[in-house]
């Protein structure tokens, strides 16, 4: 679908939830019909995010099927359509240059989205891996009322193989929930078997409302599920593909190559920004989501004054905070950092506490990671926090 399309099909009259969902032009065949609906929202968010998805999951069961609602939330970039980028493209030629090769691009979106008019603008970006979701247990995504994973999963494989036959490396991340805790291994086969070119990533579900409690995770089942795979993959971790978070501790505790992502280094404050497609700026894709952190329209505010923003500083002083008080006694505070503030502020409505995930960190690498491998990790100097 053309971003013009979704453009030209409007806005859904749905009260206080479909401000910002829009529902694509029909593809019809044999009398059912298809219909994309794509919020502003993220997946699950509380209230307008899950209204919006039940929304799309009551057409389909109310035509009995007929009507097939794929509902994609709010930053699904392949939705935009190759048209987008190839005008990202023609702005960046134009505007970039001399700086074009600091100019990095990456794509994280659904593979049932990938067509072939991405190949030849992707190719052209430097994009080399699409990062995509994927949950092989029946039942998880799809439309209709018994949530056709059959249909989703093919047209996964579809973009899948499409993408792999254009030289495209696929890196799934696999949410793991309540419902795929007594089949760690199940998941784990499968998905190796996949024979992926790319990494994949097992990280915990985060749910925020009340309807899909039921599959809700807690940091101890996180780490009991993570814990049943890593003597398997630890024992042949030569024939696996890279798995995370096993890859990153081991090169972290047992290579000494420290490479921390945002969430772990305590050091996002200054060095992060989304820019949303109104131009509205925030600290990152999910505090976007979330409504907090802005810090302006970037028409507005230069880029120097947006990294300034003093909004920052609060992210930069729950270091302080964090070591001399809760995580005061941690040995792992140089690879955690108290964790992403905003795993504080999802419990606490407060950035100044660790993350509600902590044990998920500490938990599997003294259970099971030290236990298993024989390494022990000892805190260096090598990655502290570097203040602005
Ligand atoms: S707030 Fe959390 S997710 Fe956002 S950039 Fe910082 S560490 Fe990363
Ligand atoms: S593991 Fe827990 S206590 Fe230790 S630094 Fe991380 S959040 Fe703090």
Redesign the pocket.
């Known amino acids: 679908m053309k971003r013009r399309d979704l453009l030209k099909s409007g806005l859904v009259g749905l009260g206080g939830v479909a401000a910002a969902s829009t529902l694509s032009a029909p593809a019809i065949a044999k009398g059912r019909m298809e219909i994309n609906m794509v919020s502003t929202w993220p997946r699950d968010f509380p209230g307008l995010g899950t209204g919006a998805q039940r929304f799309a999951k009551r057409l389909t069961d109310m035509s009995d099927g007929r009507i097939e609602v794929n509902y994609f939330a709010g930053g699904e970039p392949l939705m935009l359509g190759a048209d987008y980028y190839r005008s990202v493209m023609a702005i960046q030629e134009k505007h970039c240059a001399d700086t074009s090769l600091r100019i990095e691009h990456a794509m994280q979106s659904n593979l049932t989205l990938f067509t072939e008019d991405f190949v030849e603008i992707f190719r052209k970006m430097g994009i080399g891996q699409i990062g995509t979701s994927f949950d092989p247990e029946p039942h998880m995504r799809g439309g209709g009322a018994d949530i056709d994973s059959e249909l989703y999963n093919r047209k996964f494989f579809r973009g899948f193989n499409l993408a792999g036959r254009h030289g495209f490396m696929a890196g799934i991340i696999y949410v793991v929930t309540k419902k795929s805790i007594t089949r760690a291994m199940d998941v784990f086969y499968y998905l190796t078997n996949l024979k992926l070119k790319g990494e994949f990533n097992m990280n915990p579900v985060l749910i925020y409302d009340e309807e899909r409690q039921h599959i809700a995770l807690s940091p101890e089942e996180y780490v009991e599920f993570l814990g049943e795979i890593f003597p398997v993959w630890w024992e042949h971790r030569d024939r696996y593909p890279d798995l995370e978070p096993f890859r990153s501790l081991v090169n972290t505790i047992i290579n000494g190559q420290v490479s921390l992502g945002c969430v772990d280094s305590g050091n996002c404050a200054f060095n992060h920004i989304n820019v949303g497609p109104d131009g509205e700026t925030s600290q990152c894709g999910r505090s976007a989501d979330w409504n907090i952190l802005p810090y302006g329209n970037i028409h507005d505010h230069s880029i120097a004054d947006i990294l300034a923003d003093e909004q920052r500083s609060l992210l930069m002083n729950r270091n302080d905070v964090?070591i001399n008080g809760?995580?005061s006694d941690?040995r792992?505070?140089s690879i955690?950092?108290?964790?992403c503030p905003l795993d504080a502020w999802s419990k606490h409505k407060d950035f100044m506490h660790?993350?509600e995930w902590?044990?998920a960190?500490?938990g599997f690498i003294e259970k099971y990671f030290e236990t298993i491998t024989g390494v022990r990790f000892t805190p260096g100097p090598c990655n502290e926090v570097k203040s602005r």
């Open positions: 964090l809760e995580c941690c792992f505070w955690c950092h108290g964790g660790k993350t902590c044990y960190r500490k």
